[in-house]
């Protein structure tokens, strides 16, 4: 690999938690970003020259230090001297700042969604600035998946900024006391950063391992802070998702669907683990969305192949689920599991029905799976106008590539 390559893969996977410990040295979203740039651009001027070092998460935080610093003292000419003094004594030692070591509960990146997802910060806010911040997406790829103007996108971040900077939210774990009260919200975004990782909203790709990975190390340090049975469940989820990320797509990255799969890929060790942990938190009589959605996904892997599936027992679960949360999207789900057990008109009447409400005439899903039940009855001209659908509306490369291919086998 060359050097040059060997730096991109070092942003790619530790920039965030590079940005996360300047957040807490320099207290600073924008501080901090500028000087993880300004670390990075020093890394790319010096390491050619001198080679990457030992460390260098710790050189980086450190330079990213340094950096602001002497941006402090450049602006000092517009500063009283008291503050620039200040400023620059309020800035922690770098490399004692890297003695909390990765498992520690309070780790960088649990305290940064802590505070993105701080309870005077509205819902929507919490998840857009924890899918930038912590995760680094771009506001484009935020506002395509959650289908927002990247205008309007973008003004939401910077006013979730100004809130935490000018309220004083602490930049900290909340207090044990506090947390079951915080916990809701996290979970909703640590899920919706495994979801893009898992399934990427746009691009040649169809997963971002390192976004999946990084929702589940946090999830590991939330058990360990606070065992509740939805973070059981949450973690039994989406190690139960991630089980099946070798068998679904092929070796060119084309989409491989669940039917269609090579079970014998899947992780079971990460099998054994989701099964473990969702037993105990249904065990508990305390569970909630991401412990029956982690139920659903564990019939799944239990299966031997599609036929083996107890899809009666998935529909019961779809059905639990949408009584503790009404949603389109379980509704939808639901729907392919009904058609799975008693046929595909059965599920193509319930698809139509969503479809005709109105709220997921823009869902790519959506129209992809009435495309199959269509074509599964043997509606072909209806099969290849919601196939034509979803390929209008999906922005994923590997989606478009299954769609086309399922509607070009479609019999003229």
């Given at each position: 690999?060359?050097?040059?390559?060997?730096?991109?893969?070092?942003?790619?996977?530790?920039?965030?938690?590079?940005?996360?410990?300047?957040?807490?040295?320099?207290?600073d979203?924008?501080l901090?970003?500028?000087?993880?740039?300004?670390?990075?651009?020093?890394?790319?001027?010096?390491?050619?020259?001198?080679?990457?070092?030992?460390?260098?998460?710790?050189?980086?935080?450190?330079?990213?230090?340094f950096?602001a610093?002497?941006?402090?003292?450049?602006?000092?000419?517009?500063?009283?001297?008291?503050?620039?003094?200040?400023?620059i004594?309020?800035?922690?030692?770098?490399?004692?700042?890297?003695?909390?070591?990765?498992?520690?509960?309070?780790?960088?990146?649990?305290?940064?969604?802590?505070?993105?997802?701080?309870?005077?910060?509205?819902?929507?806010?919490?998840?857009?600035l924890?899918l930038?911040e912590v995760?680094?997406?771009?506001?484009?790829?935020?506002?395509?998946?959650f289908?927002?103007p990247?205008?309007?996108?973008?003004?939401?971040?910077v006013?979730?900024?100004?809130?935490?900077?000018?309220?004083?939210?602490?930049?900290?774990?909340p207090?044990?006391?506090?947390l079951?009260?915080?916990?809701?919200?996290?979970?909703?975004?640590?899920?919706?950063?495994?979801?893009?990782?898992?399934?990427?909203?746009s691009?040649?790709?169809?997963?971002?391992?390192?976004?999946?990975?990084?929702?589940?190390?946090v999830?590991?340090?939330?058990?360990?802070l606070l065992?509740?049975?939805?973070?059981?469940?949450?973690?039994?989820?989406?190690?139960?998702?991630?089980?099946r990320?070798?068998?679904?797509t092929?070796?060119?990255?084309?989409?491989?669907?669940?039917d269609?799969?090579?079970?014998?890929?899947?992780?079971?060790?990460q099998?054994?683990?989701?099964?473990?942990?969702?037993?105990?938190a249904?065990?508990?009589?305390?569970?909630?969305?991401?412990?029956?959605?982690?139920?659903?996904?564990?019939?799944?892997?239990?299966?031997?192949?599609?036929?083996?599936?107890d899809?009666?027992?998935?529909v019961?679960?779809?059905?639990?689920?949408?009584?503790?949360?009404?949603?389109?999207v379980?509704?939808?789900?639901r729907?392919?599991?009904?058609?799975?057990?008693?046929?595909?008109?059965?599920?193509?009447?319930?698809?139509?029905a969503?479809?005709?409400?109105?709220?997921?005439?823009?869902y790519?899903?959506?129209?992809?799976?009435?495309?199959?039940?269509?074509?599964?009855?043997?509606?072909?001209?209806e099969?290849?106008?919601?196939?034509a659908?979803?390929?209008?509306?999906?922005?994923?490369?590997?989606?478009?590539?299954?769609?086309?291919?399922?509607?070009?086998?479609?019999p003229?």
């Amino acid at each position: 690999m060359s050097l040059t390559a060997s730096i991109e893969s070092i942003y790619r996977s530790e920039s965030r938690r590079v940005f996360a410990t300047l957040i807490r040295l320099l207290g600073d979203f924008d501080l901090a970003e500028e000087a993880l740039q300004d670390a990075f651009k020093a890394a790319v001027e010096q390491w050619p020259r001198d080679g990457i070092p030992a460390n260098p998460v710790a050189w980086l935080v450190s330079a990213g230090r340094f950096k602001a610093i002497d941006g402090i003292r450049r602006r000092a000419r517009f500063t009283p001297y008291d503050d620039v003094a200040d400023a620059i004594e309020s800035i922690p030692d770098g490399a004692a700042a890297l003695d909390e070591e990765v498992e520690h509960v309070e780790d960088d990146r649990l305290r940064l969604i802590f505070t993105c997802c701080h309870p005077s910060l509205a819902p929507d806010a919490q998840v857009a600035l924890t899918l930038r911040e912590v995760c680094g997406l771009t506001t484009e790829e935020i506002a395509h998946a959650f289908l927002t103007p990247a205008p309007t996108l973008a003004q939401r971040i910077v006013r979730a900024k100004a809130k935490i900077r000018d309220a004083r939210i602490p930049y900290q774990v909340p207090g044990r006391d506090e947390l079951p009260a915080r916990l809701e919200s996290v979970l909703r975004v640590i899920y919706l950063v495994f979801n893009e990782g898992y399934s990427a909203s746009s691009g040649a790709s169809l997963t971002r391992h390192d976004l999946s990975q990084e929702a589940i190390r946090v999830t590991r340090l939330l058990l360990q802070l606070l065992p509740e049975p939805e973070v059981m469940g949450l973690l039994a989820l989406m190690l139960l998702h991630e089980s099946r990320r070798q068998a679904r797509t092929s070796v060119n990255g084309d989409l491989i669907p669940l039917d269609e799969q090579d079970r014998s890929l899947w992780g079971h060790e990460q099998i054994a683990e989701g099964s473990e942990l969702i037993g105990q938190a249904l065990s508990s009589g305390r569970f909630g969305l991401y412990s029956l959605q982690a139920a659903i996904s564990a019939v799944h892997a239990a299966a031997p192949n599609i036929d083996a599936t107890d899809w009666g027992q998935i529909v019961g679960l779809y059905d639990a689920l949408l009584r503790l949360q009404p949603s389109s999207v379980i509704e939808l789900n639901r729907a392919v599991a009904v058609a799975m057990h008693q046929g595909p008109q059965a599920g193509l009447i319930l698809v139509d029905a969503l479809l005709v409400d109105g709220q997921m005439q823009n869902y790519h899903l959506a129209h992809a799976a009435r495309a199959d039940l269509h074509r599964r009855l043997g509606h072909f001209a209806e099969a290849r106008v919601a196939y034509a659908k979803a390929l209008e509306l999906t922005q994923q490369e590997p989606e478009r590539r299954f769609l086309q291919r399922r509607l070009s086998e479609l019999p003229n």
